[in-house]
């Protein structure tokens, strides 16, 4: 592509590319500026009913090590009291491949209780889990779990999906999974100011489920 020669034609195309970059860059901003300050250690996140940990892929059936990372720390909120309840969300599209009940596995060979893990199997997306925590299991407050690339659209998507929500940030390797979730993340954030405009129906809606209230029911 030749580039414009004369001073008015450079300023134009100057001008082209920076209202470009603010278009790309501008959900992104959206998202960090509506998710704020609200992004906490396992160790200081404030208490809320429930945590809601979002899929991150198995391997071999099992968690991957990202998704292990983030049970870890829903396991470690539930021991020391600052959720009762821990809603799992993930891809189960496939009958071969079913991240919630992996998740769940995980959550009780680390000490949760079965009563206290809810499953949700339509989890295909970050919009889809947030609209069906409020919608579907009726969690109106919670502490979401992610990698700190992806936790501020997550909370930018539960608050305009109508969960109030701090988020634990999980420490990740910076490796090659990592570089790519942030990378993905700069594209993502265009779908996630699209959704949280138009909040659209999940791909599974479904009936109302009383999972989440029975856990709390008579939780300590």
């Given at each position: 592509?030749?580039?414009?020669?004369?001073?008015?034609g450079?300023?134009r195309?100057f001008?082209?590319?920076?209202?470009?970059?603010?278009?790309?860059?501008?959900?992104?901003?959206?998202?960090?500026?509506?998710?704020?300050?609200?992004?906490y250690?396992?160790?200081?996140?404030?208490?809320a009913?429930?945590?809601?940990?979002?899929?991150?892929?198995l391997?071999d059936?099992?968690?991957?090590?990202?998704?292990?990372?983030?049970l870890?720390?829903?396991?470690?909120?539930?021991?020391?009291?600052?959720?009762?309840?821990?809603?799992?969300?993930?891809d189960n599209?496939?009958?071969?491949y079913?991240?919630?009940?992996a998740?769940?596995?995980?959550?009780?060979?680390?000490?949760?209780?079965?009563?206290?893990?809810v499953?949700?199997?339509?989890?295909f997306?970050?919009?889809?889990?947030c609209?069906?925590a409020?919608?579907i299991?009726?969690?109106?407050?919670?502490?979401l779990?992610?990698?700190?690339?992806?936790?501020?659209?997550?909370l930018?998507?539960?608050g305009?999906a109508?969960?109030?929500?701090n988020g634990?940030?999980?420490?990740?390797n910076?490796?090659?999974?990592?570089?790519?979730g942030g990378v993905?993340?700069?594209?993502?954030?265009?779908?996630a100011?699209?959704?949280?405009?138009?909040?659209?129906?999940p791909?599974?809606?479904?009936?109302?489920?009383?999972?989440?209230?029975e856990?709390?029911?008579?939780a300590?």
């Amino acid at each position: 592509m030749r580039l414009p020669r004369s001073r008015r034609g450079q300023r134009r195309a100057f001008q082209v590319v920076v209202a470009a970059t603010v278009l790309v860059l501008a959900p992104a901003t959206w998202m960090n500026a509506t998710a704020g300050p609200r992004v906490y250690g396992v160790a200081d996140a404030p208490a809320a009913p429930v945590a809601i940990v979002f899929g991150a892929g198995l391997w071999d059936g099992k968690p991957s090590p990202y998704l292990a990372h983030r049970l870890d720390a829903a396991a470690a909120l539930y021991d020391r009291g600052a959720v009762r309840a821990v809603l799992v969300t993930g891809d189960n599209s496939r009958q071969d491949y079913d991240e919630p009940d992996a998740m769940r596995g995980y959550l009780l060979r680390h000490g949760v209780p079965a009563r206290r893990i809810v499953t949700d199997y339509a989890g295909f997306d970050t919009w889809d889990s947030c609209s069906r925590a409020h919608r579907i299991f009726g969690v109106d407050r919670a502490v979401l779990v992610s990698q700190g690339f992806h936790i501020r659209r997550a909370l930018a998507l539960c608050g305009a999906a109508g969960v109030d929500s701090n988020g634990v940030a999980v420490a990740a390797n910076r490796d090659v999974t990592w570089a790519y979730g942030g990378v993905r993340e700069i594209f993502a954030a265009g779908k996630a100011a699209a959704d949280a405009l138009l909040r659209p129906d999940p791909q599974f809606l479904g009936r109302q489920e009383k999972g989440v209230t029975e856990a709390l029911a008579d939780a300590p």
